[in-house]
């Protein structure tokens, strides 16, 4: 019988690298960023990920022939728990989303050419990377885009109005979604082309100031960007996988990154609990610890028991992805996707709560965590699209009853009962 919660003791190992790793030489780098230049930070990842690739940790997302290590889902998703405690981890993994998701799809539907062009360099961390889909006007429900992309001649040429295009302003490559067939059915008008950043017509107008980043900042990493494409022409062989592939091609991408985002915000989670019980132990009102205030005994029994619950659910989907393929998978993903932005929002609020003034100031990370955690519910499809869905997937399981009486209703059950077990009954009266 299979069914086992053991990592395999050489991964161990290699967790146990990252995680030391990660906390001596990643963490120090989130205490100046804003004192280093995009070029400057690049300088400071390119030492320490040359020793992820010594460990045979980099690119862990895909197969060995593409340059990566091939661990699937589940192994991966282990190594995304270490890398979520800081936001500067995945980079120096070569794991750092958008690219991670742009090089599967890449992996998934680019010809021999595209992936020499464009997913050797994004594999080897030589470039980078933005998927632009989300429009103002579209984005929980992406049926509704409006950027075109129109055959003339060889050629596709693009217009649109793009907006949260994660680091577009620092990519090489824009990953964008464009109509290409508007006649046709809902989720095959869509089409995906590879546009170089440096096209002429790309205009990239800023970098969305949001809650993570409320000071405008053009140009850095983790930068979220609007984008007007104006006339952008670009050769036929742009087009990434067949025409009106785009969601398919989507729902590829999106599957295995929400894995990797759910354990990442196991990673904030932990680091954000290890907070809130350090503060227990020490912190003194009211006549004792608050380590001995039920409030927060409560608070750090239902963090653990939420994030085992989240750990144990996400870990199962990758499994289920690893084994039977992301359609299988669909449901489960969607389950943690809405779930884990939960436990992670809950599990830093209290981080903050328990720590008070000193909680809600800069000089801990946990209000950056809490704008972080505030965007899990609504990237990557907001709660209420990944409800939904799983609601619809359980609710196909079920059908009305005969007569709308529910089949659980006493009386009804009570007269089959009686039915069926006349002879016990009979023999009872003739007893009396
Ligand atoms: C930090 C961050 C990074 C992002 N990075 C990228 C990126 O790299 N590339 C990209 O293309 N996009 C990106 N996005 C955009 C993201 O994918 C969209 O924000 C998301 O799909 C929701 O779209 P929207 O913001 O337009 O909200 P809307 O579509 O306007 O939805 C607004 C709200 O309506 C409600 N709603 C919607 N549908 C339903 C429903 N079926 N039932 C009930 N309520 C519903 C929900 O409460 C939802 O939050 C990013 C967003 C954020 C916040």
């Known amino acids: ?13 290699k967790l146990d690298w990252a995680r030391a790793f990660v906390r001596e030489e990643i963490w120090p780098l989130e205490t100046i960023f804003g004192e280093l230049s995009q070029d400057q930070l690049d300088d400071a990842y390119r030492p320490l990920q040359e020793q992820v690739k010594a460990q045979g940790l980099w690119a862990a997302h895909l197969d060995p022939e593409l340059g990566g290590q091939g661990y699937g889902q589940v192994k991966l998703g282990l190594l995304h728990e270490i890398l979520g405690t800081s936001p500067f981890a995945p980079n120096a993994f070569g794991c750092q989303a958008p690219d991670s998701g742009n090089s599967e ?39 509704l885009l409006t950027t075109t992309a129109v055959r003339d001649g060889d050629d596709w040429v693009i217009n649109g109005h793009k907006w949260f295009s994660s680091n577009a302003s620092i990519a090489d490559l824009l990953i964008v979604m464009a109509v290409t067939d508007p006649d046709a059915r809902p989720h095959q008008r869509a089409s995906m082309f590879l546009v170089p950043a440096d096209t002429p017509g790309v205009n990239i107008l800023r970098d969305v100031p949001t809650m993570e980043h409320p000071q405008e900042e053009f140009g850095k990493l983790g930068g979220h960007a609007e984008i007007l494409y104006e006339d952008v022409r670009i050769p036929g062989d742009a087009l990434l996988g067949a025409q009106g592939a785009g969601f398919l091609i989507a729902q590829h991408r999106l599957g295995p990154g929400r894995i990797h985002h759910c354990m990442r915000w196991l990673g904030v989670s932990q680091r954000a609990f290890d907070m809130l019980c350090e503060r227990a132990t020490y912190r003194y009102a009211f006549g004792s610890r608050l380590a001995e205030k039920q409030t927060v005994q409560n608070w750090i029994a239902d963090s653990a028991a ?28 969607a389950l943690i996707k809405f779930f884990g932005a939960k436990v992670l929002h809950d599990v830093v609020d209290r981080a903050l709560q328990i720590h008070g003034s000193l909680g809600y100031s800069t000089d801990l990370p946990i209000e950056a965590m809490y704008r972080f955690a505030r965007a ?16 619809r997937q359980v609710l196909r399981g079920y059908t009305p009853p005969a007569d709308e009486v529910p089949s659980e209703h006493v009386p009804t059950r009570r007269a089959a009962a009686r039915e069926k077990f006349a002879h016990l009954l009979e023999a009872v009266t003739a007893n009396d």
């Open 306 to 333: 939420e994030m085992q619950a989240a750990r144990l659910m996400t870990l199962h989907a990758a499994w289920k992805m690893d084994k039977d393929g992301p359609a299988a998978a669909r449901t489960d993903i």
């Open 376 to 391: 899990a519910r609504i990237y990557d499809g907001p709660d209420e699209v990944h409800r939904q869905s799983v609601a």
């Open 1 to 13: 019988m299979a069914w086992d919660f053991q990592t395999e003791p050489e991964y161990q190992e």
């Open 105 to 143: 799809i890449l992996a998934l539907a680019g010809t021999p050419e595209q992936k020499e062009r464009w997913l050797e360099p994004l594999l080897a961390g030589d470039i980078k990377s933005a998927f632009s889909m989300t429009e103002p006007g579209a984005g929980a429900d992406p049926t």
